[in-house]
């Protein structure tokens, strides 16, 4: 009878080391998940900076190439210049909103990782549980 009372302290032990490990990788990895997001907003944000910048430079090679040529910025020049901004203004909205939703992707991961894991954590026990009321038979 002790070696039923031995396999089945050890059956739990099992089953509850193993629930533990699964909640803590569910734990690492939303954490990772979540930091990920983080360093792609970073990123995000830098290449934005970055996207902006060239366009003021292209805007303003622009206009000095304009006013060398002599062409004042009123009339069709300056509409080009209005179609230009709104079409870049169009293009940095569409990457923003991409990046959002990727960020967003990645939070709803780590969320899913974090709940999978449990499941599996409870999973585990309900399996462990069974086999310990087997051993117990």
């Known amino acids: 009878m ?3 009372i031995t396999a089945i302290a050890l ?3 099992g089953t509850a080391t193993s629930a533990y490990g699964q909640v803590q990788a569910g734990k690492a990895q939303e954490i990772q998940l979540k930091e990920q997001a983080k360093q792609e907003e970073l990123a995000a944000q830098s290449q ?3 996207r902006r910048q060239e366009l003021n430079r292209a805007l303003a090679a622009n206009v000095a190439a304009l006013s060398t040529a ?3 910025g009123e009339g069709t020049p300056a509409s080009l210049a209005l179609a230009s901004a709104e079409q870049v203004g169009l293009s940095e909205a569409t990457i923003d909103l991409s990046e959002k939703l990727r960020r967003a992707s990645l939070e709803r991961q780590a969320q899913t990782a974090k709940g999978t894991a449990y499941i599996g954590a409870a999973s585990t026990l309900l ?3 069974a086999k310990a009321a087997q051993l117990a038979e």
Do not use: C, K, Y
Request: charged residues 5%.
């Open 127 to 129: 399996s462990g549980g």
């Open 2 to 4: 002790s070696w039923v």
């Open 70 to 72: 002599g062409i004042s």
């Open 48 to 50: 934005e900076l970055q």
């Open 11 to 13: 059956t739990a032990a």
